[in-house]
């Protein structure tokens, strides 16, 4: 089966642009959730979708935004890019809503902001 | 305090020997623990879940958990030099549904 992918894989940005990351779930997986990683702050939760509904949010600002289709496919959107919205971005799929479900991560997007 | 933590390292042994990686959680109530492994430049990769108290053991790697003491551990047996890489404790916090809290993750390094 294949796994969790994530395009593009890598992105260079000016600052004030938007950008819009793609995750294609694990075939079945049901359960989207997106997660930022930087050196300093390390691997942080941004947000959970559930047939195609946001079931849990992170603290992060509102410039982060995502949906999830029907086929559970997902974007996250961050608008007015900031120098340290530079990050690894990284997309986990899971079979369906229980919190002990097991998250697969795909390879992640490695965004650069300049 | 931060949620999840863990010695951040680095942690370093000789090939063959026993690695042991510890990760605290302040959340009495976290009922789903993971390890991740991420070696650098990748995405984590899941090594071990578990759920109860006590031991759990896959292959050279063995998980326990302590619910009372908040405590998880990672033992890794017969350390191999492709081990080396960070290992990440996550945790699901009651309340939060699948939101995944990770410490700020431990980097091995195996020794030929």
């Known amino acids: 089966k294949a796994g969790v992918t994530q395009t593009p894989r890598y992105l260079i940005k000016t600052r004030g642009q938007q950008v819009t990351l793609s995750c294609s779930p694990i075939?079945?997986?049901?359960?989207v959730s997106w997660y930022q990683q930087t050196p300093g702050q390390g691997l942080q939760f941004l947000f959970e979708?559930?047939?195609?509904?946001?079931?849990n949010k992170g603290n992060f600002p509102g410039r982060f935004s995502g949906r999830q289709f029907s086929n559970s496919r997902s974007e996250m959107n961050v608008s007015t890019l900031e120098l340290g919205d530079s990050a690894l971005y990284l997309c986990a799929s899971s079979f369906s809503q229980g919190a002990g479900e097991t998250q697969y991560f795909g390879p992640g997007t490695r965004l650069l902001v300049l | 305090q931060k949620e999840v933590e863990q010695n951040s390292g680095p942690l370093s042994v000789p090939e063959g020997a026993i690695a042991s990686l510890n990760c605290t959680y302040s959340d009495r109530g976290s009922q789903s623990f993971f390890w991740y492994r991420q070696y650098s430049g990748k995405s984590p990769e899941l090594i071990m879940s578990i759920y109860s108290n006590g031991d759990k053991e896959d292959g050279r790697f063995t998980a326990q958990l302590n619910k009372a003491s908040q405590y998880v551990s990672l033992l890794i047996r017969d350390s191999q030099p492709s081990d080396s890489a960070t290992y990440l404790c996550a945790v699901v916090p009651s309340g939060s549904a699948r939101q995944l809290t990770f410490g700020s993750g431990t980097q091995l390094t195996v020794l030929p």
């Open positions: 979708y559930f047939s195609e509904t946001q079931r």
């Open positions: 075939s079945g997986h049901r359960s």
